[in-house]
């Protein structure tokens, strides 16, 4: 990734920090008030507010309109594939709603999936196809969607469910040799590729394993909520959906095509299609119910369709349970996230702009003076570019960037900053609601950030373990063994 750090002598520590308060207290308050409704537009105008906050400074330190400008271009331009993938997802969930793909896995997956284990079963089926795809968002967009509707249909808080999910995806993202961020922080610092996986399964190993047992604790003494009929759910799916093992070709020919390295963007556009096509031949009932006719011809098999995949569709039942299950948003529903991400990207387009984003960089790497100091101020700093910018990518890059030779300079392999990146970069950036990896999760699963937070417990504690072993000299690889010892 070609990009430009921009550093601004004119502005102080404190100066680029404002911005970042003023976000901060502006989205506690906005929360505060709107509650769950934030994210439908105020949340937006919030993060402007913080780009014009942001503004305001970088004019009294010389910085022009026109250079802020260009730099929210850039930032935007940057975000049209993860907005057409966005899109993307949308219709693809809204055909595999209607052509009972979702409907069969959850049909299935309450046969299998118990509530005792499927916490920690979750966590173990998304790490699995993360691995193989190399991406938490494809994880999330096929299965994850459908451990969802599964854990909503068993009872529990999708928080949880959504927080095995996205740790699940994150550990895979994380550690596969086909992750884009997996190439990339290596890229920044200086090592090649299968040493920072090698060096990195050190800390996510026994992070994963934590994860893993308090995924099995919460599965065998968290109940699930309300009373769930199991028998009566499957016979109420049966009854409006026909299921079928058949349906299971599509998401496993999309998994297999992200697996051979196919982009995304055509991988589900081709699960999608061939989604729509099993909707007519298995789901017709379905899609006369969406075009609101009693029997199938070419125009309203055409209008269930495309209905399917650009708006909200409802499938009646009078299962309480699964009435949420039976509603698909198809692209309409991603249009708020892609207006979050559009507002982030202004907000840290500009905070690029006027050098706050290297000033805040810097001074966390003035304090580090010894070998922990260094590790917590690249922490640091990828949890702040993780906010201000709104970018999992930049958080790898600039803080890679500007490390580097204080990793040189301490004696340290270039590995150890790697692994501190994605500690740190990759896997917290799911966690911050205006982030673009927090907001499509969000966006995704139909579960709010600030619910699956507390859960994301791989995301939470990645870090933390990083800097335990910073602070306790566990497996800190040496660049140099140094003759003199320093005091």
């Known amino acids: ?3 430009k750090i921009h550093r601004n002598k004119e502005l102080s520590v ?3 920090l ?4 003023a976000i901060i207290i502006l989205l506690g308050f906005n929360v505060y008030v709107f509650g769950d409704d934030a994210l439908s537009g105020s949340n937006q105008f919030v993060l402007l507010i913080g780009g014009a906050i942001a503004a305001i400074i970088g004019f009294f330190n010389k910085v022009s309109f026109h250079k802020m400008m260009e730099e929210v271009a850039k930032n935007i331009q940057s975000t049209v594939g993860a907005i057409l993938i966005l899109l993307m997802v949308g219709a693809l969930a809204g055909t595999w709603f209607v052509s009972g793909i979702i409907p069969t896995m959850i049909y299935y997956g309450l046969q299998i999936l118990n509530p005792t284990i499927f916490l920690p079963a979750t966590l173990i089926i998304c790490s699995i196809i993360s691995i193989a795809t190399g991406s938490s968002w494809t994880t999330s967009a096929t299965v994850g969607i459908a451990l969802i509707g599964v854990g909503g249909a068993l009872g529990f808080d999708l928080g949880m469910v959504a927080g095995a999910v996205i740790s699940g995806a994150y550990f895979g993202d994380k550690l596969s040799p086909i992750s884009d961020t997996t190439n990339l922080a290596p890229a920044m610092a200086g090592t090649d590729l299968f040493t920072h996986i090698r060096y990195m399964i050190l800390t996510t190993t026994p992070t994963y394993i934590v994860t893993l047992l308090i995924f099995i604790i919460m599965g065998l003494n968290v109940e699930s909520k309300g009373d769930v009929n199991i028998n009566q759910l499957l016979i109420d799916l049966q009854s409006t959906f026909n299921t079928s093992l058949w349906l299971f070709a599509v998401p496993v020919l999309v998994i297999g095509l992200i697996i051979k390295k196919t982009e995304p963007l055509i991988a589900l556009f081709i699960g999608t299609i061939l989604a729509a096509v099993f909707a007519l031949f298995f789901q017709p009932h379905i899609i006369n119910q969406i075009a609101g006719v009693s029997e199938m011809t070419l125009e309203s098999g055409y209008k269930g369709i495309m209905n399917a995949i650009t708006r909200e569709v409802v499938v009646p ?3 309480k349970t699964l009435a949420d299950l039976f509603t698909s948003g198809g692209m309409q529903k991603m249009l708020g996230t892609i207006w979050l991400i559009l507002c982030a990207m202004v907000f840290g387009g500009i905070m690029d702009a006027i050098g706050a984003l290297a000033r805040i960089s810097q001074s966390l790497l003035k304090i580090a003076h010894t070998t922990f100091g260094l590790f917590a101020s690249t922490v640091g700093s990828c949890l702040a570019i993780n906010i201000t910018a709104s970018d999992q990518y930049l958080s790898l890059v600039i803080p890679g960037k500007m490390f580097a030779k204080a990793y040189q300079k301490k004696g340290l392999a270039p590995e150890n900053l790697s692994r501190t990146l994605e500690d740190s970069g990759t896997v ?9 990896c927090g907001a499509y999760q969000s966006g995704t699963l139909g579960v709010a950030t600030i619910e699956y937070l507390p859960y994301a417990i791989f995301n939470i504690l990645s870090p933390i373990t990083t800097l335990l072993f910073a602070a ?5 690889k040496q660049l140099i063994q140094p003759e003199i010892q320093e005091v």
């Not at 404002?18 to 308060?21: D, E, G, K, L």
Request: hydrophobic content about 50%; aromatic content about 12%; proline content about 7%.
């Open 14 to 16: 404190g100066e680029a």
């Open 18 to 21: 404002v911005p970042v308060f």
């Open 472 to 476: 306790f000299q566990i497996k800190i």
């Open 428 to 436: 917290t950036s799911v966690l911050i609601p205006w982030n673009t």
């Open 1 to 3: 990734m070609e990009i």
């Open 317 to 319: 039942t009078n299962n």
